[in-house]
């Protein structure tokens, strides 16, 4: 997929409602908010980049003036919204895979999370949870690709070492071993697109 750019002087149309957004300033981002609903649009890394980039203590004002706009707002009434950029259909992910945010994903172009759960998220980053649930999540991602290996290893009634052999490097991509490595790759790729 090819990144779109966006005039990002120009607010967006939420996904969700329709109406037309606010730019709203948060540290070094610029944050699209739908003040009818309470949605808020991150372009492309932003929402990755806000926790390494700005400190809770740094933004304590901000963020209070932006949570209190999204407390009273409800979740998306679309499962699948479209991409305000690129009218995609975006993916339904959890951020960090356990926080229990719900964002709206677009490979592409960035992430919208509906009202009820920018604020959960803005709750999780102020309280400084952000380093936690990154640390977490690298707990599940561990676990999910071994879940995963384990699975496999059983469908094609591989030998319990296959793993350790590739860690080693003692076993190459022989052609009867290919779609393991394959089917490998792309569960890799998804845990680190999200």
Same mark, same amino acid.
């Given at each position: 997929m090819e990144f779109r750019?966006? =005039?990002e002087t120009q607010p967006l149309n939420c996904p =969700?409602? +329709?109406?037309t957004s606010?730019? /709203?300033r948060l540290g070094?981002?610029?944050l699209d908010l739908c003040d009818?609903?309470?949605g808020?649009? !991150? =372009?492309?890394?932003?929402?990755?980049?806000?926790?390494?980039? /700005?400190?809770?203590?740094d933004l304590s004002g901000e963020?209070?003036?932006l949570v209190a706009r999204l407390a009273a707002r409800r979740s998306a009434r679309k499962v699948y919204p479209l991409c305000p950029v690129c009218r995609a259909s975006m993916n339904v992910a959890q951020y960090q895979k356990v926080s229990g945010v719900v964002v709206h994903r677009c490979m592409t172009c960035g992430v919208w999370l509906d009202g009820a759960n920018a604020a959960k998220f803005f709750f999780l980053f102020e309280a400084g949870r952000m380093a936690e649930l990154e640390d977490r999540a690298s707990h599940v991602n561990t676990e999910e690709l071994e879940a995963r290996v384990a699975k496999l290893e059983k469908q094609q009634s591989l030998p319990p070492t296959l793993l350790g052999a590739c860690e080693a490097g003692t076993i190459g991509p022989a052609p009867s071993n290919l779609h393991i490595l394959f089917d490998l790759? +792309? !569960?890799? +790729?998804?845990?680190? +697109? =999200?």
């Amino acid at each position: 997929m090819e990144f779109r750019r966006r =005039d990002e002087t120009q607010p967006l149309n939420c996904p =969700d409602c +329709g109406s037309t957004s606010e730019i /709203v300033r948060l540290g070094t981002l610029e944050l699209d908010l739908c003040d009818a609903c309470g949605g808020l649009w !991150f =372009d492309r890394n932003e929402l990755e980049r806000l926790p390494r980039e /700005v400190s809770p203590e740094d933004l304590s004002g901000e963020i209070q003036a932006l949570v209190a706009r999204l407390a009273a707002r409800r979740s998306a009434r679309k499962v699948y919204p479209l991409c305000p950029v690129c009218r995609a259909s975006m993916n339904v992910a959890q951020y960090q895979k356990v926080s229990g945010v719900v964002v709206h994903r677009c490979m592409t172009c960035g992430v919208w999370l509906d009202g009820a759960n920018a604020a959960k998220f803005f709750f999780l980053f102020e309280a400084g949870r952000m380093a936690e649930l990154e640390d977490r999540a690298s707990h599940v991602n561990t676990e999910e690709l071994e879940a995963r290996v384990a699975k496999l290893e059983k469908q094609q009634s591989l030998p319990p070492t296959l793993l350790g052999a590739c860690e080693a490097g003692t076993i190459g991509p022989a052609p009867s071993n290919l779609h393991i490595l394959f089917d490998l790759i +792309g !569960f890799l +790729g998804s845990l680190f +697109g =999200d």
